[in-house]
């Protein structure tokens, strides 16, 4: 996941290329409407780091419409909540005014997997282990 | 019992890292308060009155000796605060205390050094300084226990009816499903900021002992006519502000869907709940608000994962089973210890009465011990007392506890010629009060005297009822009766669901309580769930015990021999209880000077 500094000047694609979606959008009529025809990145807001809706939007984006352009996470985009959105399908991240990027690739290294699926790795833990063959030991 | 694979043990031990990762950060001031709040929350971590407050989850109430041991050594060591920092508290609820009309005693000392178990089988603590708290859950982790999501707007700690696979109406031992369900949730990257908190409640009995009605998802297990395992799904159930009970939006959904039709309901409210006022931002209101148009949308997403998705958490028998293996019954050996209990002495029966309730094997039954008890609050437990339950649960019950929903503690494998030993010692601990389900079996959350959320203390009329109530011929007399009490509308204590509820509320900075009547739990005594009414305006605190005592007073006077209270009230309307009530209110001091 590329995370960017807020203050990085950005390179941008040009116009028709990036779309920013609204958190209260409808996704599907956007879709059907042709909207993200020949969008290289979509733009997905956290008004606040509390407010979720992004996450469900990009799980919606990888999964069932399939887009396979950069989704980025914009507005109060805070270190703990990278996981997440990389696990949401976000590929690149803007941080917050402030939040200082140094805490935030530990966070990425702590966990080795998850219980649930998510967009990068759709099993479950059961069945990642039921087709690894893994036997379960106790602890 | 659940035991941690491998990967559990790490994951625990990792999210205590990280927790601790967290909690540096904000000591460097890295991380602002507002930025740790959720963070914290996330592991349990809330700031009180006047500490932290620590809940660590009791997965579905089951807990094992060895981490009743722990929590032990938590409340010993780890709950304790300063002598300044508790002489301060004191004096502000001394001094709230003389500000309450009517009420001339000095507050109920601040107790410290012990864990209180609540109504969703979490376990809290009140002092534990934050600095600490690392430290804290890496001990939890040590023994497999966590805080994760036990406070947050997340998917919470999950519930279960305390009498899973031991009940003699069982239908399905829902514990598998509920720990599958706990892996599931754990750190969910979609669904970790909902617009509110999230609670799951299963129940596999035929009675609902789970309170299922009451929330955001009440699962009720079933076996349809092929004798297929599923779930009758309710959606909405919630108390606080707007008390709604769930409504039923699938009837059977198969087994292997759970963790599917769960995606579909938490996708849909993670995308539509409300985001703009706290007050309406439950899924409750969502249901309420869409209707049948919510249960269309549920309907809708669950077919895109089945048929789109390729529905990649169908539970799998092999991962059921490798679960359910969990759940057997454990190598049980009796105690045969010597007890000098007289078998037929009246307490003892009484015991036998309110306390022991029959199992699904033969020659077993489950022991309720009482956390109802004069000088404690419900179900309050210090660090003796639960070091010495871990020792019962060892000697009598395959090491194995299980909290209960009324803040009691439930020992599922007791063998019944052990009853008299077990009775001993847990009259000995002060934990074998015949109470459970009569009127001192009282639900009551910490109130006022610790959560910064509170309008008003709960634990000083939980204690003067308790005294007022200390007569079991009485006690015994009234019957069966629930009393809920919640110190704000949060109604962690589920005033709502009591058939006696009683709700702090807070007028110039004066205590006052709200009594309602008639609500129910979904209990086979208190019939299917619904919300008490409220009587009238609200009393003083000073007032509540006599409001109480007119109440019961109405019920002795009008029930039909061997009537209930709740049964009583349905009879004969709200009506003269109401009036009964309000015929308590103590005279004005101005009316007195007349």
Known sequence: MKIIAHDTPAADLPEGQVLAIANDADLAALVAGGALDGVQRIELDFPTFTDGRAYTQAVLLRRRHRFGGDIRATGDVLIDQLVHMQRSGFSSAVLAPGVDASAAQRQFERYASFYQGDVLEPRPLFARQAQAGAVLEAA | MYQYTAFDQQFVKLRAEQFRDQIERWQRGELSDEQLLPLRLQNGWYIQRYAPMARIAVPYGEISSTQLRMLAR???????????????????????????????????????????????????????????????????????????????????NITCDAWEGIAE????????????TRQWSSLHPEFSFLPRKFKIAF??????????????????????????????????????????????????????????????????????????????ARIKMLVKAEGQGFIDAVEQEWRAITLQDGAPHTITAAEFERVAGHFVVPPLVPADRPSKVDPQGQLYQRWLKQNVRGHRLAGMKTVTLSFKRPGFAPGDADADTLDALAQLAEQFSASEARLTHEQNLLLPWVFASDLPALYEAARALGLA??????????????????????????????????????DLDEIFDLGPIDIHMSGCINSCGHHHSGHIGILGVDKDGKEWYQITL?????????????????????????????????LLDTFRAQRLPGEFFIDALRRIGHEPFKQAANGARHPKPEALLI
């Open chain 2, 203 to 280: 129940n596999g009995a035929r009675e609902d002992r789970a309170a299922i009605g009451w929330y955001d998802i009440g699962l009720q297990a079933l076996k349809n006519a092929a004798g297929e395992v599923g779930f009758t799904v309710r959606v909405g159930g919630g108390m606080g502000r707007t008390p709604l009970i769930g409504a039923v939006v699938r009837e059977f959904l198969p087994w292997e869907q759970l963790l599917n039709y769960i995606e579909a309901i938490v996708r849909v409210y993670n995308a539509y709940g409300r985001r703009d006022n706290k007050w309406k």
């Open chain 2, 169 to 180: 109406d069982g239908i399905v031992d829902c514990r598998p499903f509920a720990e599958i």
């Open chain 2, 74 to 156: 938590i409340a010993r060591e780890y709950d304790r605060p300063d002598a300044a920092l508790l002489a301060h508290a004191q004096a502000t609820q001394d001094a709230l205390q003389a500000a309450q009309p009517g009420l001339q005693l000095d507050a109920p000392p601040l107790r410290y050094g012990y864990g209180h178990f609540t109504t969703r089988t979490n376990c809290q603590f009140n002092w534990i300084p934050l600095a600490r708290a690392p430290e804290v859950m890496e001990l939890l982790a040590s023994v497999q226990m966590h805080g994760i999501q036990t406070s947050g707007n997340d998917i919470r």
């Open chain 2, 433 to 470: 009060q015949p109470n459970i389900g009569l009127l001192t079996d009282m639900i009551a959350c910490p109130g006022g005297d610790f959560c910064s959320l509170a309008n008003a203390r709960s634990l000083h009329i939980a204690a003067a009822l308790t005294e007022r109530y200390q």
């Open chain 2, 518 to 550: 008639g609500g129910a739990d979904g209990s086979l005594l208190s019939g299917p769930a619904i919300g008490g009414k409220v009587v009238g305006p609200s009393f003083s605190a000073a007032e509540v015990p006599d409001v109480i005592e007119a």
